[in-house]
């Protein structure tokens, strides 16, 4: 972890902070659950127990892995719906296949990103390719759910592939963490995700012993999700470590320091920042759907059993599930 890497001396610096910024610290810290996913995948909710409130426009997210798969153990998820919101996969270690019934898809892997908007409806499938199900290998990834204003629920679907040397890298102001901009904008620089909902997605390596200090609109909530390592969040240094998620409050800045001794496994701290505005919508959530009211689930439910979500292309991916005999 992570697929793109990069010199930091090299790079672009982030503003280092001034006098008369504040700091955010961090309101609460949770652990994620462990759960399964899919056809049998395993996942860490970094939102159980979080209110929707504090994570608005964020509505899920999923850690998959990080796991080593043994031959025949890697798996995914069969053709399923969306409607209401955006679907963000990062890969950063392994391979995912993507596909969905407007016509988007492709591999996922070395760092990259695939962003789908479902809006009004679409069918999508993801799941590991033959040569990852029959080796095993190394699979991380996330899967971030982002929520769309009333306005955009039922906008037409789209697809953006965001290959992994499309991100903005930059590097903290003494070159001690790397930055990977996935989408919105870190510090002037921005990222290559079109999003309908203004946000900000990036990837941080901090390097034992080093801090990360990055400007942060007033405007945005802030979250950071510890992907690996341990370190602190906030003016007030709150401790953290792998799975967990610090949601933080209000100033200028946003500050994460990596502990001088990290794990063998983990030799460096690895979080996840996201931001974005609060829509204030009302949010009614069941499966698959984000919609605004318990009337309009129903009304997608109906959609789905009736085909307006989409067809599954006659040539459409299906799961592998490894050698036969």
Known sequence: MPAVTADTLTLPRITAARPEESERTAV?????????????????????????????????????????????????????????FETVTYIMDGKFQHQDS?????????????WMTAGQGVLHIETPPA???????????IQLWVNLPARDKMIAPRYQNL?????????????????RVIAG?????????????????????????????????????????????QGTVGGDARPVRTGQLAVMGTGDRLTIA?????????????????GGRPIGDPVVQYG??????????MQAFEDFQHGRLGQVPADGLRPYHGKRG
Do not use: C
Request: charged residues 20%.
């Open 28 to 84: 609460s810290v949770t652990s994620a659950p462990s759960s399964f996913e899919g056809d049998g995948f395993p996942v860490r909710r970094a939102f159980a127990g979080v209110s929707f409130e504090q994570l608005d426009p964020f509505v899920h997210m999923d850690q998959m892995g990080e796991v080593e798969y043994a031959p025949g153990e890697a798996r995914g998820t069969d053709w399923h719906p969306h409607r209401g």
């Open 102 to 114: 407007h016509g988007g898809g492709g591999m996922i892997t070395d760092g990259a990103t695939q």
């Open 131 to 141: 040569e990852l199900v029959d080796a095993g290998g190394l699979f991380h990834g």
């Open 163 to 179: 290959e992994g040397g499309q991100v903005a890298l930059l590097a903290s102001s003494d070159a001690g963490a790397l930055v």
């Open 185 to 229: 904008e870190v510090d002037g620089h921005r990222g290559p995700g079109s999003t309908f909902t203004p946000i900000t997605m990036a990837h941080a390596t901090i390097q034992p012993g080093e801090k990360l200090s990055l400007p942060w609109r007033k405007d945005f909530n802030s979250l950071v999700y510890v992907l690996g390592g």
């Open 258 to 274: 990596a502990d001088e001794h990290q794990s063998g496994k983990e030799p460096a701290l690895e979080v996840l920042l996201l």
């Open 288 to 297: 698959p759907f984000v919609m605004n009211t318990r009337q309009e689930i």
